[in-house]
């Protein structure tokens, strides 16, 4: 789908205030409310949008430590079985196949250095993982809750 130039605005709008109104965003992209909602159900039906969800704080859950695990499997483990070994895995909150050595990059979110080491060991486990390696997040420097691109577009 093509996306243009009010459909552009009314997602980044979406994607920095995701609770402001139809009129809010159309105040801010120049259009009345009912457009930019006939807009947004155009650009959810095309799958544009693919849903909505809150963005909680993992500190207030208690989990405050993260990292950054690269994977290494066997031989030539698909992205679906590796997908399947650490999908079961709660403390997982988003995982990539990448280039380079890794099979795959794994970044988890945990309560604590203790727990980090539980979440590995229970990894390490898994019948086509040989090895890892980790490295602890010490600050984020930038933490976007979304796909958008550093100019501000967000699809096209």
């Known amino acids: 789908m093509r996306l243009d ?12 205030h995701g609770r402001a109104s139809y009129a809010q965003i159309g105040d801010r992209v120049g259009l009345s409310a009912p457009a930019v909602k006939r807009r947004v159900d ?3 039906a095309d799958g544009v949008i693919t849903g ?3 963005i909680v704080d993992p500190a207030a859950l208690g989990w405050t430590t993260e ?3 690269e994977i290494f499997c ?3 483990t698909s992205p ?3 997908y399947s070994s650490i999908r079961k895995h709660p403390e997982v909150v988003a995982a990539y196949t990448v280039s380079g050595d890794a099979s795959a990059l794994v970044h988890v979110r945990v309560r604590d250095i203790q727990h980090l080491e539980q979440s590995l060991e229970r990894l390490r486990r898994e019948d086509n993982i040989t090895a890892t390696k980790t ?7 930038i933490g976007r809750p979304t796909d ?3 100019d501000g577009r967000a699809g096209g």
């Open 80 to 82: 679906e079985e590796i």
């Open 74 to 76: 066997t031989g030539a």
């Open 5 to 16: 130039e009010l459909d552009r605005r009314i997602v980044a709008q979406l994607l920095e």
């Open 148 to 150: 958008t691109p550093p």
């Open 52 to 54: 909505f969800a809150a």
């Open 135 to 141: 490295a602890i997040v010490l600050s984020r420097l």
């Open 67 to 69: 990292a950054f695990i």
């Open 42 to 44: 155009r650009l959810r």
